[in-house]
């Protein structure tokens, strides 16, 4: 067995789009209208489906808002230097909710952003990457 996707019910399929590819960096792997169902699903990640785990995006035509409730808590992409990352991903127009640090009663290096519908990314910065991100860090304060 293996995981294969993540579903995300979205209320503008272009808007999570552009988050997820354009900001995130994701591709668009496909889509398909079901105009029976009323509804589309566009799958993104980072890798073709056969080798990777990837987020379905459904799209239920004419519904533009969902309530996340409060069980659901978010999706973790790992990246090399954490703080360049939030700094592009603000330079592109998305939203850092937690700029990055320690996490609560650990030295894990996390962020949190948040797409359109909502729904939390936590960014994690990569073990074999932290001197990287900890020089990026340390350049940003003294410049």
């Not at 980072?46 to 987020?55: F, M, R």
Request: proline fraction near 3%; hydrophobic fraction near 35%.
């Amino acid at each position: 067995m293996r995981l294969l996707h993540t579903m995300l019910r979205v209320g503008n399929l272009e808007e999570s789009l552009k988050f997820y590819c354009e900001i995130l960096g994701m591709k668009l792997l496909r889509r398909k209208d079901y105009p029976g169902g009323e509804f589309t699903l566009a799958f993104v990640g980072y890798g073709d489906e056969s080798d990777n785990t990837v987020l379905e995006l459904t799209y239920n035509w004419g519904v533009e808002k969902y309530e996340l409730g409060n069980a659901y808590g978010h999706i973790a992409l790992g990246v090399d230097d954490i703080y360049a990352a939030c700094a592009e991903i603000k330079n592109h127009g998305g939203k850092v909710v937690r700029e990055p640090g320690p996490m609560k009663h650990g030295s894990t290096v996390i962020a949190f952003v948040e797409d359109p519908d909502g729904y939390k990314v936590e960014l994690i910065q990569l073990a074999n990457s932290s001197s990287e991100a900890e020089n990026h860090q340390r350049e940003k304060v003294k410049g």
